[in-house]
Structure formats: C-alpha cells, structure tokens
C-alpha cells in the first residue's frame, strides 16, 4: 500500500503515519531502558567507524548494521520541517523517472 503525503510547492505537511513513527521510537528509546538500549545499539551499529572490511561479507554486515543506527537515529532526531523536505524531495526524485 503506497502512502500518501501532501508535497505541494509550500506545503509543511508531514502525515499522520510518519509523526506516529516517530513518536513511536521517541516513546520506545525515550525511557531510562531506552537509552541503555540505545547505546548498546550505538556499540553494536559502529556508527563511528566505516564500513570498510577486505572480507566483502564483513563490510556488508557493517554497513547494514549502521544503516539500522541511522534509521533510528534519524527517527528520533527529525522534525516536521526535516521531514518535510525529505518527502519533497523523494517526490522530485520520483517524479524524475515517472
């Protein structure tokens, strides 16, 4: 199912679906457990090292693993006017090869 967002020249609409997400991981990482949870994700994730590996198999294990980190981070740190911006430009992009 493709959700729907308003991207419309001057529009700040963020949708319902994504401020949940949000709010959800703020809930879920914003309590005392969350934070050590968090933090063991940061020493688990690498986020502050590359990827790098010589063992191919290695280096896609890494990379997926910060991708994770980033996901969360991004989810706990964005706000609408991010948001925003990113859809707007997810929609030029996708417009692009239409």
């Not at 967002?5 to 959800?24: A, C, F, I």
């Not at 005392?32 to 198999?57: E, M, Y």
Request: proline fraction near 4%.
């Amino acid at each position: 199912m493709k959700e729907e967002y308003n991207t419309e020249e001057g529009s700040k609409e963020v949708p319902d679906w994504l401020r949940q997400r949000r709010s959800e991981y703020m809930k879920v990482f914003g309590s005392d457990a969350g934070k050590r949870v968090l933090a063991d994700l940061k020493n688990f994730c690498l986020p502050d090292r590359t990827a790098f590996d010589p063992n191919p198999f290695v280096m896609v294990r890494n990379a997926t693993r910060q991708e994770v980190w980033l996901h969360i981070r991004y989810c706990l740190e964005w706000d609408d006017d991010d948001l925003s911006r990113i859809l707007k430009h997810a929609d030029a992009r996708r417009k692009q090869y239409e």
